[in-house]
């Protein structure tokens, strides 16, 4: 997948694009159907598969106060969109000044006149421009006006009773309900980071493990979980840990870190994905080094266990 960032720095013509519009935080259920419609039109007629995504999301930048965590990193969606077979994501930064930019002129100066596309899929509920006051009819009608078609995809999507919505998932997930949200998602509730230096104390203890550094992203809460961690197209069962090391040294930053299950190699600066699938136990203090091996030796044992079934 091709990623482009700014519209000003496209600099080709590509055949016949169909895009997808908007911030896809989460990737979720309803974001793949709507991503699996651009990529079904643009295989029927020969064209490139694209998406338009913003960053920082919208809320960081307009609302501020409501410190509103991601479900996934940019480096992770974009990482989603090219599973998804996205031939071009062009990453636009989302600005107070964009914010306040016309439907009008979005449309005239950056999509029709950058772009040129074919076809537009957005979500029925889609709005764009300054306050919003780009509505899904004033799109209808500007792409009568330069030339392209509009699919309205059904963004509300159910899994259930209810809606599935990138909020919804992120409540699931910082209550726990891990299941739930996977299948919201569809797929495990999962962090994306390049592997970094530890204290080396998880090796010390005999449990090597391997560390990555959520920053803006929302995590399970606090505790132990069997998961997987994944990279090269492989996944490893693994006992992760999400929390603060209260019997190392206290801190308010969270660190994930996972043990892999009979894996030794050496894979620091590598880009993995560590997937939370159940957890294990919430996070406490030990009183020695010796007590906190002891009860990650039952960790361990409990994983291999849980994973052979």
Known sequence: MQTIFGISKIKKKYPNPVIALGVFDGLHLGHRQLIGSVVAHAKAIDGTVMVMTFDPHPVHVLRPEKKMPLIVSLPYRLKLLEQLGVDVCIVVRFTKRFAKMTPEKFIKNDLVGMIHPGEVVVGDDFRFGCNRSGTLDYFQKAAQIYGFNILAIQANVREGHKVVSSARIRECIAQGKLYQAAKLLDRPVSVFGKVVRGDGRGKGLG???????????????????????????????????????????????????????????????????????????????????????????????????????
């Not at 069962?237 to 090391?245: E, F, L, Q, S, W």
């Not at 996972?258 to 190699?265: D, P, Q, V, W």
């Not at 620091?268 to 009860?295: D, M, N, T």
């Open 207 to 309: 449990f090597p493990t391997v560390n990555i550094n959520p920053t803006i992203e929302i995590v399970p809460p606090l505790g132990v979980y069997f998961s997987y961690v994944c990279f090269d197209g492989r996944k490893y069962p693994a006992v992760a840990n999400v929390g603060r090391r209260p019997s190392v040294r206290k801190s308010e930053d969270v660190n994930v870190e996972a043990h892999i299950l009979n894996f030794r190699k050496n894979v620091y600066g590598r880009e993995i994905v560590i997937e939370f699938i159940k957890k294990i136990r919430p996070e406490r203090k030990f009183a020695s080094e010796e007590a906190l091996a002891r009860q990650i030796q039952l960790d361990v044992k409990k994983a291999r266990a849980w994973f052979k079934k």
